[in-house]
């Protein structure tokens, strides 16, 4: 794991599967918070028919999947290019998000938020944040390594 920097490494095999293991539970079994906390504001207001049950359990499966490639891929594999692979497919999970966040209510000005628009939004941004970091090699000091275990210039960029 020498080749990913600490932050990115402890983020994405430790933090990141937290969440998502979050958004598994809610979409198995708490549809109501998922539709109070994890719903824009303004479409939390329907209530749970049997096709948004089917639904938030199909999202639950793919976020299973999502969860596996989190926890037995990265786990085992410390090359910066099934890395880069896996983060970029999930920036576009998060995008997709993302996108249909601001589709339904246009989420661009935070003084409408509730606290659950808040949360949900929060994270999604930060996290899609360090993912973006992590696939332009965004270095800052806090992510900087000592000259033994660093990745050279090259390596960062993902070419061998």
Same mark, same amino acid.
């Given at each position: 794991?020498?080749?990913?920097?600490?932050?990115?490494?402890?983020?994405?095999?430790?933090?990141?599967?937290?969440?998502?293991?979050?958004?598994?539970?809610?979409?198995?079994?708490?549809?109501?918070?998922?539709?109070?906390?994890?719903?824009?504001?303004?479409?939390?207001?329907?209530?749970?028919?049997?096709?948004?049950?089917? *639904?938030?359990?199909?999202?639950?499966?793919?976020?299973?999947?999502?969860?596996?490639?989190?926890?037995?891929?990265?786990?085992?594999?410390?090359?910066?290019?099934?890395?880069?692979?896996?983060?970029?497919?999930?920036?576009?999970?998060?995008?997709?998000?993302?996108?249909?966040?601001?589709?339904?209510?246009?989420?661009?000005?935070?003084?409408?938020?509730?606290?659950?628009?808040?949360?949900?939004?929060?994270?999604?941004?930060?996290?899609?944040?360090?993912?973006?970091?992590?696939?332009?090699?965004?270095?800052?000091?806090?992510? *900087?390594?000592?000259?033994?275990?660093? *990745?050279?210039?090259?390596?960062?960029?993902?070419?061998?």
């Amino acid at each position: 794991m020498s080749n990913i920097p600490t932050f990115y490494r402890i983020f994405f095999l430790y933090i990141d599967p937290l969440i998502c293991l979050s958004g598994v539970y809610i979409f198995f079994f708490d549809h109501a918070t998922y539709l109070a906390s994890g719903v824009p504001h303004t479409l939390s207001g329907y209530t749970i028919d049997s096709l948004s049950q089917h *639904l938030l359990r199909a999202l639950g499966s793919y976020s299973l999947c999502i969860l596996a490639i989190q926890l037995l891929l990265l786990h085992r594999y410390s090359e910066v290019k099934i890395w880069r692979i896996v983060q970029f497919g999930l920036l576009l999970v998060d995008l997709g998000l993302l996108q249909s966040i601001q589709a339904a209510d246009g989420f661009r000005d935070p003084s409408n938020w509730t606290s659950g628009d808040w949360t949900n939004n929060g994270i999604l941004i930060a996290v899609a944040m360090i993912r973006s970091a992590f696939l332009l090699t965004v270095r800052t000091p806090l992510l *900087l390594r000592d000259q033994s275990g660093g *990745l050279s210039r090259e390596e960062d960029r993902g070419s061998k």
